[in-house]
């Protein structure tokens, strides 16, 4: 299982082993002059002078990147394809139903994103607006970012899963002047009631102007006089062409809500030039993309994931990216090899979670479909157990395709740590080695740097291009959680093992964040929505390992005196946070709780929690600061699952 898997030799362009290491020791010891040279993976209208401009010192502190250069995104990922590729499709969509398929050429996707572009100016959207998008998996939300590209508007995608008030929350954060959104979204054979989501959010909402929608499923929804406008209506009444507007490098570029160990979701700001730079150079050098191949990131675009790999990085490429509308359980678990097999799809990226639910299902899914187009296969999300990434090697991909674990983060903006496959030797489970530009870091509790072989917190001492550049509206929060922690440098919030040959092994966050089938979840706002409900005190929330989703959510709850514990109201709590902010938010296992663990000074032990949702009560470590040891031996008694 922990055997090493040396990597086949590429084709006339791929990355080797050698030029892996003149990369790093490159982009090391001459950042500028690497970057600069790099930085030509896009086009740019005026070019650069300054290349890295960053310190992450409280006194100077600052990230900036190729400042004085102008592009445009949508440009970079549209109009300069025209010329060699304009009748080659730029998204092949692939619907909830096999065989629901439509393709969108580069001159297509041109058209329809000038001529959304169009429809937002209309609508008073200019430079620095912002925009927010809550749709479906359909070329047009990928135009619809284009579109605000384009402009100069910043997008905010809100995944399609969450509720309508997680969207308000989001609404309300940026406050975008136009919403994006269709009649209803299809998941799974299921409706999503995306518009009528979208009204009881703007019930909260007084700033928004605008609705376009689009028209998915054709279900009768109701519209409000003077807000909102059918997308199909709109887009016919405008012009076919839209000049781009030339954005300077640190324009903002899109907005994008992630969890933290706060209630309230950050709005990670990223920025133009460095971010596309990133993401179109990952893409090509992780990928190993060559012109024609086709590229499948299962993501939804409501995860950054979506952002830089189904939408960003591969059309800034030229590729032809696949835009799956479906879940890979529908209508069967075969779903995700009958559509590699009918679409061809040569290289397929996608999350842990998905391989272990699906392995369970038995090979049979699998070994029924050709899967003799796929060349490289990618998992991204969370860690890979070495039982799924071998069934992803052996079953899968037939020990021909190449597995790269990645690691990155949505504040990356793009890949960080992963294997390149013509250079690197694979050893499952680890994302192995950093990209070139990164310099990862392993420190101790006290921040003290640990060197060689060594276990601690995630750092990166140095700026890479694709880097966050704030949180929407709240500059200071930006450099508190993620600069003084260990002064002078990011902490990533991971923890992390280095083996003997430098390979890095994530082994999960070591903040209040969880991660639930590759989606991070804060403990703190699954505790805000339950003690929302009339009958709950307090709720502590922890994660425990869970067989398919990597963690679950635990939740140990006390009730109001004079409320009654019960399996019916559990349930209805359940049901609560799922409304409150979504189903992935859903607790696995909620325990009646007539009291925490607190210290004297009335701060709650996770420790002691997380052990007993894990049920290794036997090691609860030192509890002799507890204010009352009492309550953990009820918690123990009372532990479910
Ligand atoms: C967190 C970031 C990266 C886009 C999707 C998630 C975990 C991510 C890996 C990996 C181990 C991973 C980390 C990270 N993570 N990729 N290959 N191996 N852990 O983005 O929602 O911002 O979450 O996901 O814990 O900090 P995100």
Known sequence: ??????????????????????QYEAARNDPDGYWREQAGVIDW?????????????????????????????????????????????AIVWEGDEPGETRTVTYRELHELTCRFANVLKAHGVAKGDRVTLYLPMVPEAAAAMLACTRIGAIHSIVFGGFSPDSLANRINDCDPRLVVTADEGCRGGKRIPLKANVDSALESCPGVESVLVLRRTGAAVPMVEGRDVWLDEELAMVDGDCPAEPMDAEDPLFILYTSGSTG???????????YLVWVAKTFRDVFDWREGELFWCTADIGWVTGHSYVVYGPLANGATTVMFDGVPSHPDHGRLWETVDRLRVNILYTAPTALRALMREG???VTKYDRGSLRLLGTVGEPINPEAWDWYWRVVGDRRCPVVDTWWQTETGGILISALPHATDLKPGSATRPLPGVLPQLVDGEGVPLDGAAAGNLCLTDSWPGQMRTVWGDHDRFFQTYFTTYPGKYFTGDGCRRDTDGYYWITGRVDDVINVSGHRMGTAEVESALVLHPKVAEAAVVGFP???????????VTLNAGEEWSEALATELKQWVRREIGPIATPDALQGAPGLPKTRSGKIMRRILRKIAEG?????????????????????AGRVG
């Not at 299982?1 to 003149?22: F, K, L, N, V, W």
């Open 616 to 636: 290794e009560v036997g090691a609860l470590g030192d509890t002799s600061t507890l204010a009352d040891p009492a309550v953990v031996d009820a918690l123990v």
């Open 264 to 274: 309230k979701p950050k709005g990670v700001l990223h920025t133009t030039g460095g």
């Open 546 to 556: 869970h067989e398919v989703k990597g963690q679950g959510i635990y939740a140990f």
């Open 363 to 365: 090979d049979g899914y």
């Open 45 to 89: 209208s005026r070019p650069f002078t300054v290349v890295k401009d960053t310190s992450f010192d409280q006194a100077d502190f600052r990230i900036r990147w190729f400042a004085d250069g102008q592009l445009n995104v949508s440009a970079n990922c549209l109009d300069r394809h025209l010329a060699t590729r304009g009748d080659q499709a």
């Open 1 to 22: 299982m922990t055997e090493t898997i040396h990597p086949a030799a590429g084709r006339a362009g791929s990355i080797d082993r050698a030029e892996y290491e003149r």
